[in-house]
């Protein structure tokens, strides 16, 4: 290990000795203590190790929220190998694609979620299921070795340890590289802000290929405290959760607070434990959770995958409307477009610098040169900082024009690439509009060829057949032509200003 480094393995085995007998995973009913989860994520590493896995191998892991997911990140901090989830909700052909381009040499995988798997371009794989084994299938708990002696990689922590596949402009997913540098230091800045104890518990309810879900385990392991893995977002369990087993934070997205204060109301229940929230929803809703939970504070944020989690957070109430302030460890400005400081209250990309910010794209040098040039990462969103440091998110930038249908990334790229695949098609422009359940939605603006007739719900199901159903339009509109621009291009931002409502 680094003579100057703190790793994930580091935290984990730090945890064992100060916090051994106290709970930090559960999982239906199963306990796992601080101490057992060190133990746990040795036996996995010293399995992985006799199977050959070795630093910067990749090791891909297609499943719901579970034991084996959590101790899969202890056993990659302890060889120096990359874990790589992937999102269920995508396609087929998505998920064929990330598995190509990461090449893992395991590759894990719950049994429901097999038939994403395709057909070709396994081979070489080590294949391990969560399920009963059948060749070539090997059983996960085949990797738990009793041999636990396997040192530790020698690795700085500036090194990746998670591959998170991001959508891409040109509607490719891209695998952004994050680091234990970068993880640990955006769940210390977490765990201060909120403080964070050893009596905290985290509703682990958001899937743990989201960036969001492995900081909250993350900043509640750092505390010492306690993460209950749950398999799916099921509101009347939750609030069981919370005034049962001392559930005290959770991220979400909308609609998910609205549908647990519906559950508390069902149920009679004031959530008496739960103390922080954060993520994205309304004010409307935020002011439910005032009025519902006064103990309760929702925290504003602003973040990316690629930032390995939030770089400015405060509470709501202490500047609505707001992305928060900076948080310790970040540098976050605004700049022009020729990367010149913005004054305050002037309106441009906002670019950060500082340890969370992530290795760069996996395999897309191009992309990491323009991301990380003149020493920035430039997150292609606008934004504007006021005098008091707070930041207010302002929109996508034209180059990275993006819509988040319940905190999801959706790229217009990469719907619209579904969409003319449908030969009645000429021509689309996909935008993002307001919807009261997603808080935004996808709609798409499409021209038939002459003499083809379509259906707005025979589009939907054709897009939704070929990407993710989440990134599908949720409203279509068939025009005779679409607005252009100069050079004869499609004018987006016309489109997008008469279409752009619900």
Known sequence: MGLRSFTLHDLINRNARLYGSNTALVFGDQRVTHAQYAERTARLAAGLAAAGVGQGDRLAILAPNGLEYVDLFGAAAQLGAIVVPINWRLSAEEVAYVIEDAAPRVLIVADEFKALLPQQGLDGMQRYTLGAAQAPWQAVSALYLDRTTVPPADLNDDEGIVIIHTAAVGGRPRGALLSHRGLISASLQTQLAWSLTPADVNLGVLPLFHV???????????????????????????????????????????????????????????????????????????????????????????????????????????????????????????????????????????????????????????????????????????????????????????????????????????????????????????????????????????????????????????????????????????????????????????????????
Request: charged content about 20%; overall charge negative.
């Open 212 to 502: 969001a879900a492995i900081g909250f385990l993350l900043a509640t392991q750092q505390a010492g405290g306690a993460t209950l893995l749950m398999t799916r977002f099921d509101p009347p369990s939750l609030v069981k959760h919370i005034d049962e087993d001392g559930g005290s934070l959770i991220g979400t997205f909308p609609p998910m607070l609205g549908a647990l204060l519906d559950a508390a109301a069902a149920q009679g229940s004031a959530l008496a434990r739960l103390r922080v929230v954060s993520g994205i929803d309304v004010p409307e809703t935020i002011a439910r959770l005032r009025i519902t939970c006064p103990h309760a504070t929702f925290w504003s944020a602003y973040g990316q995958t690629e930032t390995s989690g939030s770089v400015s957070l405060a509470p709501f109430d202490e500047c609505p409307g707001s992305a928060g302030r900076p948080t310790a460890l970040n540098t976050v400005a605004v700049v022009d477009e020729l990367d010149r400081p913005l004054p305050v209250g002037a309106t441009g990309e906002i670019v950060v610098r500082g340890p969370m910010v992530f290795q760069g794209y996996w395999r897309c040098e191009a992309d990491n040169a323009f991301t990380l040039r003149n020493g920035w990462h430039h997150t292609g969103d606008m934004g504007r900082i006021d005098a008091e440091g707070y930041l207010w998110y302002s929109g996508r930038s034209p180059a990275k024009e993006l819509i988040k249908p319940g905190g999801e990334n959706v790229y217009p790229a990469e719907v619209e690439r579904a969409i003319l695949e449908h030969p009645a098609l000429a021509q689309a422009v996909v935008v993002g509009v307001p919807d009261v359940q997603w808080g935004e939605a996808v709609k798409a603006v499409c021209v038939l060829k002459a003499g083809h007739i379509l259906s707005a719900e025979d589009l939907i199901e054709f897009v939704g057949a070929r990407i993710a159903r989440y990134k599908k339009p949720k409203h279509v509109v068939f025009v005779s032509a679409l607005p252009l621009g100069s050079a004869d291009s499609i004018d987006r931002a016309a489109v997008k200003a008469a279409h752009g409502g619900a």
